[in-house]
Antibody, heavy 127, light 106 residues
Framework: EVQLVESGGGLVQPGRSLRLSCTAS????????MSWVRQAPGKGLEWVGF??????????EYAASVKGRFTISRDDSKSIAYLQMNSLKTEDTAVYYC??????????????????WGKGTTVTVSS | SYELTQPPSVSVSPGQTASITCSGD??????ACWYQQKPGQSPVLVIY???KRPSGIPERFSGSNSGNTATLTISGTQAMDEADYYC?????????FGGGTKLTVL
C-alpha cells in the first residue's frame, strides 16, 4: 500500500525552528518528486514547496510566503522527505501535508500532479 | 502573482449535475487539476491534466479547461460527494490553488 506519514509537528514559539519528516512506503521513493502543502485552521490549501527527484536534478521550488525560511530536502536511502522551517511566524500555523508528485511528460514541459497525500501533521506557532 | 478564483459554494440536488468553476488568466493554456477534501480528511485527487481521472475515481467526475475557465462536473451527484473542492494549476514553477468551493448536496 502506498503511504505517506508525516511527523514532527507540535507547538513552537515564533522565531524558532521545526523540522517535519515525511516517511514514504509502498513505492520507489527516489523515482518521485515530493511536495508539502499546508492548510491553516478553517482555510484553504496553500502550496509550500516541492523537490524534484534526483533524475530531474533534485531541485526545489517554494511559495513566496516561505522562500528563504523553509527548506525541502530528501533522503532517498531512507525514503524520507523533510521540511525544515526556520524563523517561524504565527501565520505558519497549519496542518502540513506531504504529497507524492506524479510526473507526466507533455510537449514543452514536465507536468506534476499530487496523487498521494499523507494525513498531515499539525504545527502551531504561538508564544 | 497568479490567482485562481472559485465560487465559495455550490448547491445541487441528489442525482443532478454539479458544476464547479475555476477562473484564471489564460487558464486554458495551463493544465488544471482538482482535489476533493471531506471534513477531517486529507485531500484526494479527482481530476488531473484537465480531464483525466485517477484510478478509483468514479466516472461521474469529469473535467474541462478552456479559455480562462476550468470546470469540474459531477454527474448524478451523490450525498457522498459533499465536500470542499480545490482547483490547482502551475504558473512559473509555482503551484497555485483556488480558494475552494464547498459543494452541498441537498
Amino acid at each position: 500500500e502506498v503511504q505517506l506519514v508525516e511527523s514532527g509537528g507540535g507547538l513552537v514559539q515564533p522565531g524558532r525552528s521545526l523540522r517535519l519528516s515525511c516517511t514514504a512506503s509502498g513505492f520507489t521513493f527516489g523515482d518521485y518528486a515530493m511536495s508539502w502543502v499546508r492548510q491553516a485552521p478553517g482555510k484553504g490549501l496553500e502550496w509550500v514547496g516541492f523537490i524534484r527527484s534526483k533524475a530531474y536534478g533534485g531541485t526545489t521550488e517554494y511559495a513566496a510566503s516561505v522562500k528563504g525560511r523553509f527548506t525541502i530536502s530528501r533522503d532517498d536511502s531512507k525514503s524520507i522527505a523533510y521540511l525544515q522551517m526556520n524563523s517561524l511566524k504565527t501565520e505558519d500555523t497549519a496542518v502540513y501535508y506531504c504529497t507524492r508528485d506524479a510526473l507526466t511528460v507533455v510537449p514543452y514541459y514536465y507536468y506534476y500532479y499530487m496523487d498521494v497525500w499523507g494525513k498531515g501533521t499539525t504545527v502551531t506557532v504561538s508564544s | 502573482s497568479y490567482e485562481l478564483t472559485q465560487p465559495p459554494s455550490v448547491s445541487v440536488s441528489p442525482g443532478q449535475t454539479a458544476s464547479i468553476t475555476c477562473s484564471g488568466d489564460k487558464l486554458g493554456d495551463k493544465y488544471a487539476c482538482w482535489y476533493q477534501q471531506k471534513p477531517g480528511q486529507s485531500p484526494v485527487l479527482v481530476i488531473y491534466q484537465d480531464s483525466k481521472r485517477p484510478s478509483g475515481i468514479p466516472e461521474r467526475f469529469s473535467g474541462s479547461n478552456s479559455g480562462n475557465t476550468a470546470t469540474l462536473t459531477i454527474s448524478g451527484t451523490q450525498a457522498m460527494d459533499e465536500a470542499d473542492y480545490y482547483c490547482q494549476a502551475w504558473d512559473s514553477n509555482r503551484r497555485v490553488f483556488g480558494g475552494g468551493t464547498k459543494l452541498t448536496v441537498l
